[in-house]
């Protein structure tokens, strides 16, 4: 069956599909990092919306995160791409406009997925905003700092730094999530290993590969994130020990 | 877009038909996911290092990767060899039913695991410490200590594992199973409706997933009486 060997299909020559599947990779890289952005903008206003004195905000983040927590990701993703495109394509055909109009799938992926991401990084701003010693507001308050000064100075820094583990378990999420944007056709990791099984027939040998790349990916930016905790905490490490 | 209200019905009654499939799915997944959690737990705190570095390992492997891609390793990947299809095996892996459950049961095992080991931690020494001064062989220890408060800890974090299950078992439809999702996907091939009937499938979901959270909270409540009258006791 196999006129090509294991080295040349995964290597760089004409015949390999290494830098293809690299590619890939990179594509489901910025697609995390993209839905992660999207992520933190959904987030931050569900924590506040859940945090507020109103109660329809309050009612409203509550709904948002029981329903993005609690339907699968592959649905959220079919409801962006194939109900954006048909609320797209019937907007298209009251212009005049005819056929199929599909929404472009890098940005529903993005957006799918980092309205999940959302629902996850919203608990974690929460519990991070709640972890700060209310005390050091007040302090910050006692000597004339203005409100957005006590953000900007006292809060969001340490906010930021209490929900960076709680972040680093989204972005791992996000990670995985992402490849369910394959079924969009979105030529990231999972789907052009699809592709490359498919033409090939060697469907084990290109998802183990897939799978190492995932890994790789999960790996160091566990690690980045890991860096960045000890980072961030350096200065409360002597108070801990 | 007018919503027919028909239309609606006659989909959530379709899809309601397809719910008793995504049921067994979960089911039988979260069964042989926790028998296997058992099992790599054991690996994990035993004192052997090799079995401890292979426990480590298949965590590792499991969690670092999409679901997705190892059901697609399960389905297409492995049986894309001659031995495995002339083997017995192949009973079970051409199924896509069982090999989502498997792929399912694999996956959930590390995370599981995981959340098991967390539990057990926390037991208290001194409960253990306790059993072993009354006198309690180590069986009867495991059996009436260790195993219901390691057990009492788990289930906030196992509901949440077992959300995430439901929603994963719509992964399942991408092999060819006709849970939830893949009759949705069907109805909306007949009829062109893609937003009624998805938003009737995220509507079963979610409530799939609050009875299970509901049921889950309500047993931890059942299991705790002792800690509650403390707390009572404490209040007044």
């Known amino acids: ?241 | 877009m007018i919503m027919d209200v028909d239309f609606l019905f006659e989909t959530l009654l379709k899809l309601g038909r397809a719910v008793p499939v995504t049921l067994s799915l979960v089911g039988s997944t979260l069964l042989l996911g926790a028998v296997l959690a058992c099992l790599i737990l054991a690996l994990r705190v035993s004192p052997y290092r090799a079995l401890n570095h292979a426990a480590r390992l298949y965590v590792f492997l499991f969690r670092g990767t999409p679901l997705l891609i190892q059901i697609f390793l399960i389905y297409y990947g492995v049986g894309q060899f001659q031995i495995v299809r002339e083997s017995v095996m192949w009973l079970v892996l051409r199924e896509p039913y069982a090999c989502a459950v498997l792929s399912f049961s694999l996956c959930t095992a590390a995370y599981t695991s995981e959340i098991f080991r967390g539990a057990l931690r926390s037991v208290p020494a001194g409960q253990i410490e306790a059993g072993m001064a009354c006198g309690m062989p180590r069986w009867t220890l495991w059996r009436r200590i260790i195993a219901p408060i390691t057990l009492r800890y788990a289930l906030p974090a196992y509901s949440t594992e077992a959300v995430m299950m439901v929603k994963a078992s719509a992964l399942a439809s991408l092999i060819t199973v006709w849970e939830v999702t893949g009759v949705a996907q069907q109805i909306i091939q007949q009829s062109y409706r893609t937003l009624e009937v998805f938003l009737c499938a995220a509507l079963i979901y979610l409530l799939i997933n609050f009875l299970i959270t509901r049921g889950l909270a309500l047993l931890e409540y059942r299991l705790s009486p002792h800690l509650r009258a403390r707390r009572a006791s404490q209040a007044s």
Not at chain 1, 14 to 20: A, E, I, S
Not at chain 1, 25 to 54: C, E, N, Q, R
Not at chain 1, 201 to 211: K, P, R, S
Request: proline fraction near 3%.
């Open chain 1, 1 to 241: 069956m196999a006129q090509a060997g294991i080295v040349e299909m995964l290597g760089f020559g004409p015949q390999g599909w290494g830098q293809v599947l690299l590619l890939a990779a990179m594509v489901t890289f910025l697609l995390t990092l993209a839905a992660m952005a999207a992520g933190a903008v959904f987030g931050i206003a569900i924590a506040a919306a859940k945090s507020s004195a109103h109660r329809g905000l309050r009612a409203l983040g509550e709904a948002y995160t029981t329903v993005f927590r609690g339907i699968p990701e592959l649905l959220v993703i079919y409801l962006f791409y194939f109900g954006g495109s048909s609320l797209l394509t019937s907007v298209g055909r009251l212009f005049g406009g005819e056929g199929f109009i599909g929404m472009p799938p890098f940005i529903v992926g993005a957006l799918a997925v980092g309205l999940i991401s959302g629902a996850y990084q919203a608990e974690v701003y929460r519990a991070a905003a709640l972890a700060v010693v209310p005390g050091e507001i007040e302090a910050a308050r006692a000597i004339g700092m203005s409100r957005s000064q006590v953000w900007r100075r006292v809060l969001a820094p340490q906010v930021l730094r209490f929900a960076l583990p709680g972040l680093g378990n989204v972005w791992q999420l996000s990670i995985k999530d992402s490849a369910l944007v394959s079924v969009t056709g979105l030529a990231e990791l999972m789907r052009t290993s699809q592709k490359a099984a498919g033409s090939t027939n060697e469907y084990f040998l290109f998802y183990i590969a897939a799978a190492v790349l995932y890994l790789v990916m999960t790996t160091f930016t566990g690690r980045a994130f890991s860096r960045l905790e000890a980072h961030t905490g350096r200065s409360l490490r002597r108070a801990a020990r």
